[in-house]
């Protein structure tokens, strides 16, 4: 009888969309981005094709970790972000995606899955995200497949604070989110649904607070032009609950390889740690 496995490689699709300008416009305004770019349909924001793929992605994790694969899981949650920009996506494009099973790496909070996520257009390959989840209190002998790239924040560039930004997030913030991105899960929409799983009360979808963290880093080291976005990386720490503010710290740290050049972020709300090794890349 063969053992429970985690399917690293295993591949899901190819799935199709378009990338629609009301539905973009629709995210922005739900992640309380006003950048003027995504009304003239000129851009889209850079996590707006989490909406695309949402449903795909999940069914790419259920299938590629069996039943057992992971000893001991207590639950699971949202653990880490990372999205290359590699060719900005316009309103009114044709695209396909493909779910790819990407690592499973061993940690001491528990095991951490990776889905990467690839959606192309006419072009081919335009952006990647890896969706980082962590089964916790999960044991796996050994790491599965690549490792995650590193995002760590250099301590450095704390030295070097550029801006920052305040999002007050609104009681029906994870509604308004949801209705945009297809993230009905209970825990964001239902108080009760969220104290079943240990907490307080309804808490923001991650990647609506994380959508709100790319804007100010569009905002504030991108000149406002979401296309020279190149890579968007964070890990949740906390949960966002909303009624609260969210302050977004944005830092200088350094050029990169390619000619471009490195930002760190970090993100607080009732002085508790929201997002912790934020990483965002912009193209000269």
């Not at 060719?87 to 779910?99: M, S």
């Not at 790819?100 to 528990?110: L, N, R, S, V, Y």
């Not at 999960?138 to 704390?158: K, M, N, Q, V, Y």
Request: proline fraction near 8%; glycine fraction near 10%; charged fraction near 20%.
């Amino acid at each position: 009888m063969t053992s429970p496995r985690i399917k690293i490689g295993e591949h899901y699709g190819p799935f199709s969309g378009r990338i629609d300008h009301d539905a973009a416009l629709a995210y922005a305004r739900a992640t309380n981005d006003p950048n003027p770019v995504y009304e003239e349909g000129g851009a889209v924001p850079p996590l707006y094709t989490v909406s695309l793929i949402l449903g795909d992605y999940l069914h790419a994790q259920s299938d590629a970790v069996e039943p057992g694969a992971i000893e001991g899981v207590r639950g699971g949650v949202h653990a880490e972000y990372d999205l290359y920009q590699h060719r900005p996506l316009a309103p009114g494009a044709a695209v396909t995606w493909e779910c790819i099973a990407h690592c499973a790496q061993p940690t001491k909070a528990g095991v951490l899955i990776a889905i990467r996520i690839v959606v192309s257009d006419d072009q081919g390959p335009a952006v990647e995200h890896f969706w980082t989840t962590m089964f916790i209190g999960g044991t796996i002998p050994e790491p599965l497949g690549p490792p995650l790239a590193d995002h760590t924040f250099p301590e450095s560039a704390r030295e070097h604070l550029i801006g920052t930004e305040t999002f007050h997030v609104a009681r029906d913030q994870s509604f308004r989110y949801a209705g945009a991105s297809t993230d009905h899960a209970a825990f964001h929409i239902d108080d009760e649904a969220a104290r079943r799983s240990g907490f307080p009360s309804k808490f923001l979808q991650g990647l609506c607070t994380l959508a709100m963290c790319s804007g100010a880093m569009v905002k504030h080291a991108g000149g406002g032009n979401p296309d020279k976005l190149r890579r968007f990386a964070a890990r949740l720490a906390s949960p966002m609950f909303p009624g609260n503010d969210l302050l977004v710290s944005v830092y200088d740290a350094g050029p990169t390889p390619d000619g471009g050049h490195s930002y760190a972020f970090e993100a607080e709300s009732q002085g508790a740690s929201i997002i912790k090794h934020g990483r965002a890349d912009f193209a000269a």
